[in-house]
């Protein structure tokens, strides 16, 4: 069941493989993790073997800690890398900027009548107190098996396929697709009633990439955020790239300032998609992105 608030954040995926389980991210906090162990050795019956970490965004490999030493850490390269250098630099920033964000929204909170506001200001309470909570008994557990490209792992009931993809989300980022089910953990390649996170990426890499995987023609997708979703999800994140791209592009070509974006409305099809202030930021990243080429065209 999906919930939108609470201290897991992103969404994590339990897989029983037969002899063995495998879990697929793990959550920003230590509690949450703590929670997905319990639910995946009851669900399975028998302990967590392999640990999948997608990307290196805190939201999915915080919770590594929580899973005993026998569990096998899995990332690609490139994901291991970025965990030691962005990784770690996104930890200090976090651990330092936490609580005086915390104390922010709780005071916006108690000073807007906006319903809406209030429910997305809710949801990033709960995100700042989850981390403030954890940061004291957080220990960053890195990756011990990666790989580059592909990598299969065989269970005696099912198979699964690990692929990763550069500079989509971020510098690399992992999917879980399961070929017999038509299953697909897309993590952050894909948000589900969510205004997703495209400052990161390259967006046409993003946008080739979902093609790719809408060629495996899944029947159930499982978003880094947002319900369980499928193939028109999928191409309803591709239209809302479209959207966001012609919209800055727009902007920039009326000779408009950046600061002007904050005026732009969302569109009825998203408005009531949560992680709104992702759509501002989005727009501001394909502003500048057209600036850029027009510059280098100069």
Not at 69 to 93: F, N, V
Not at 165 to 183: E, N, V, W, Y
Not at 242 to 259: A, L, M, N, V
Request: a negative charge; proline letters at 4%; glycine letters at 6%.
């Amino acid at each position: 069941v999906y919930k939108r608030q609470g201290w897991a954040v992103a969404n994590a995926g339990i897989v029983d493989l037969g002899d063995i389980s495998l879990v697929f991210d793990t959550f920003i906090t230590v509690q949450a993790a703590n929670d997905l162990k319990r639910a995946a050795e009851r669900l399975t019956g028998k302990p967590v073997r392999f640990v999948v970490n997608s990307h290196f965004h805190n939201d999915h490999i915080w919770g590594n800690q929580v899973f005993e030493s026998q569990a096998q850490i899995i990332s690609s390269d490139e994901t291991l890398q970025l965990i030691k250098t962005e990784g770690k630099e996104e930890y200090d920033s976090y651990k330092e900027g936490s609580l005086p964000r915390l104390r922010e929204l709780r005071s916006e909170f108690l000073e807007t009548n906006n319903e809406s506001r209030r429910s997305e200001l809710s949801t990033w309470i709960s995100y700042y107190q989850g981390l403030v909570e954890t940061f004291p008994i957080l220990t960053v557990r890195y990756p011990n098996l990666t790989f580059n490209n592909r990598m299969n792992i065989h269970g005696t009931d099912l198979e699964i396929e690990l692929i990763s993809f550069k500079g989509c989300h971020t510098g690399c980022d992992t999917i879980l697709h399961i070929p017999t089910k038509k299953i697909t953990f897309m993590s952050d390649l894909l948000f589900v009633r969510c205004h997703p996170f495209l400052a990161d990426g390259d967006p046409d890499k993003l946008l080739s990439t979902l093609d790719e995987i809408e060629s495996f023609q899944p029947k159930k997708l499982v978003p880094g955020h947002g319900p369980v979703g499928g193939i028109e999800d999928l191409r309803l994140m591709k239209e809302y790239i479209h959207h966001c791209d012609q919209t800055g592009k727009q902007i920039f070509g009326k000779d408009r300032d950046e600061s002007d974006i904050h005026e732009t409305m969302i569109p009825e099809q998203y408005s009531n998609w949560i992680l709104s202030n992702f759509y501002t930021t989005n727009l501001k990243f394909f502003y500048n992105r057209h600036r850029a080429k027009n510059q280098m065209r100069i």
